[in-house]
């Protein structure tokens, strides 16, 4: 199950912070084929599971995506540089395939070690909000 650890139980406190209850969104992991490590996954596995993530999108068919982490954000967004999950958040992208709107921010598990950021976060879940609101 995605997010069963403390990172977890932080992201629903989030999700209902925005007045959205865990069962009313669909959670998934970045990467489906590879070990469940709690590290990030490398751009090799990311890119050998891509397809399973993008199917999932495409049979889920998600009003807005939360890309948590760096990971996700470089990915979601297509940058494959060398740029933060600073420099992607507080705006609204779109994921390339699937023309879905996509919010970047921080990942639960860094805002465990980095409570400061918990600020930064609360903003990109208030656009996350906002860009929902005309689908909720």
């Given at each position: 199950e995605p997010f069963a650890d403390q990172g977890g139980v932080l992201l629903?406190?989030?999700?209902?912070?925005?007045g959205l209850d865990r069962?009313?969104?669909?959670?998934?992991?970045?990467?489906?084929?590879m070990a469940a490590e709690q590290r990030p996954p490398e751009a090799s596995e990311v890119h050998s599971c891509a397809g399973h993530l993008e199917a999932e999108i495409a049979l889920v068919r998600p009003s807005l995506i939360l890309a948590l982490g760096?990971?996700?954000?470089?990915?979601?967004?297509?940058?494959d540089t060398d740029i933060s999950v600073t420099a992607l958040r507080g705006q609204v992208h779109r994921h390339a395939t699937a023309d879905t709107p996509l919010i970047v921010t921080y990942h639960p598990r860094y805002?465990?070690?980095?409570?400061?950021e918990k600020a930064r976060v609360w903003e990109d879940l208030q656009l996350a909000r906002r860009?929902?609101?005309?689908a909720v």
């Amino acid at each position: 199950e995605p997010f069963a650890d403390q990172g977890g139980v932080l992201l629903t406190d989030m999700l209902a912070a925005i007045g959205l209850d865990r069962s009313q969104v669909y959670i998934t992991h970045m990467t489906k084929c590879m070990a469940a490590e709690q590290r990030p996954p490398e751009a090799s596995e990311v890119h050998s599971c891509a397809g399973h993530l993008e199917a999932e999108i495409a049979l889920v068919r998600p009003s807005l995506i939360l890309a948590l982490g760096l990971t996700a954000g470089r990915y979601l967004t297509g940058v494959d540089t060398d740029i933060s999950v600073t420099a992607l958040r507080g705006q609204v992208h779109r994921h390339a395939t699937a023309d879905t709107p996509l919010i970047v921010t921080y990942h639960p598990r860094y805002l465990l070690s980095r409570p400061s950021e918990k600020a930064r976060v609360w903003e990109d879940l208030q656009l996350a909000r906002r860009t929902l609101s005309p689908a909720v």
